[in-house]
């Protein structure tokens, strides 16, 4: 199985070099947060008296493309995205009461900057246009949806539910003139798990026809799965030109290919390195852990608190991994290579789980540590130290 990087339908530079450890460590001491609100954003001083709305926990985020907006998933069941330059909610589009339950994940469509793609309890997985605060396409697999994933190249979308353990793979239809086809989300297969499925991520990596994911479980497994798509139609011309055969249908399968055992509690959160070089684990027992993806096995691991990881993002270059953990814990930036802790992030009091996402080029984070607040470390030169 390659693990070689693919390149996504649109190319978005990347900005600056990598860092070493000593000159990421010096240009994070000067930069700020910015809070997120529409009383004013960027005003100085505790996050906690600046909300960034009244919907409540914010329980998932993140950057599209081009990162020039950031989407957040409420708990009063909206989807607010955000414009990083305007921090006062100048340009933020509230699409309210996308679903009939708190919004669980989202995800945005990797080949344009205006669509995103959300998922609730309630059932349903939804395509909107976050510009014009439309619905796009809209499918009902009546299970409690956990986690929703856009594939590196926006063709297929991978749902983790709760409680029925699934995992289901769903092709991105896209409008097409010529034939009058429009946006749909259609059903290609699935994989039952024997555990509980806390996340889902897809490498970004593979074929046209050969896609590579992995699951983090309630037993502090991963599992690594390979899941094949073949135009049946495509392939048969291609062998048998002749042949008069219609074979409209794709042949798809979603098999697990191998199981990283190396946590002792659930693997809360998974993040691939963009370059393709690892797969960094975070677990319910405040360890992360980086897997070398060549030979599965586990190369490093980083350890500050026993509080749970809830949420980990690593940048463009695979040199920084951020972490978020629960309680009181601040949130932390460290270096790969050298496992330097670099720079911490001072969260408020509070029963929410952090969520940590970087820019997808910039050393740029945008994270939850308030439950109620967007926050955006690195993005601007005014806000509040920290």
């Known amino acids: 199985m390659s693990y070689k990087s693919r390149s996504r339908k649109l190319d978005y530079p990347l900005h600056g070099q990598s860092l070493s450890s000593q000159a990421a460590e010096n240009h994070f001491q000067s930069l700020r947060s910015q809070v997120f609100n529409k009383q004013g954003g960027g005003q100085q001083g505790n996050s906690s008296s600046n909300s960034s709305s009244s919907s409540g926990p914010i329980r998932c985020l993140a950057w599209n493309g081009p990162g020039s907006r950031v989407a957040c998933g409420y708990y009063d069941r909206s989807v607010k995205v955000w414009m990083p330059d305007h921090p006062d909610g100048h340009g933020m589009t509230d699409i309210k009461n996308a679903h009939d339950r708190p919004v669980e994940s989202i995800s945005w469509d990797p080949t344009h900057a205006d669509r995103v793609v959300s ?4 059932g349903t ?3 909107w246009d976050a510009r014009a605060k439309t619905l796009l396409a809209e499918t009902r697999n009546g299970h409690d949806n956990l986690v929703v994933r856009f594939s590196g190249d926006g063709r297929f979308l991978a749902v983790a539910t709760a409680k029925t353990d699934l995992i289901i793979i769903y092709r991105v239809r896209r409008p097409q003139k010529e034939s009058g086809v429009t946006w749909g989300i259609e059903y290609l297969c699935q994989f039952r798990e024997n555990e509980e499925i806390y996340d889902l991520q897809w490498a970004e990596n593979g074929s046209d026809t050969t896609y590579v994911l992995a699951s983090g479980l309630g037993n502090g ?5 390979r899941f094949d798509t073949i135009d049946v139609n495509t392939e048969k011309a291609r062998t048998n030109p002749s042949s008069d055969e219609d074979l409209s249908e794709a042949v798809n ?4 290919v191998y199981t990283l055992r190396g946590h002792r509690t659930a693997a809360n959160c998974l993040n691939f390195d963009p370059k393709g070089k690892y797969l960094a684990v975070g677990s319910n027992e405040g360890i992360v852990s980086l897997w070398d993806l060549q030979n599965f096995i586990c190369i490093k691991t980083f350890f500050k608190t026993d509080q749970a990881i809830s949420s980990l993002s690593i940048t463009h270059d695979g040199t920084l991994i951020a972490v978020g953990s629960e309680g009181n814990t601040p949130i932390d930036i460290i270096h790969v290579e050298s496992g330097k802790y670099l720079h911490s992030l001072p969260r408020q009091p509070s029963n929410g789980r952090p969520i940590v996402s970087w820019h997808p080029f910039k050393y740029t984070l945008a994270y939850i540590g308030d439950p109620s607040v967007l926050m955006i470390f690195g993005g601007t030169s005014s806000g509040h130290r920290s």
């Open 253 to 256: 399968k979603l098999a697990n």
């Open 119 to 122: 998922c609730a309890s309630d």
């Open 125 to 127: 997985i939804k395509a």
């Open 221 to 225: 497994n991963v599992r690594i799965y």
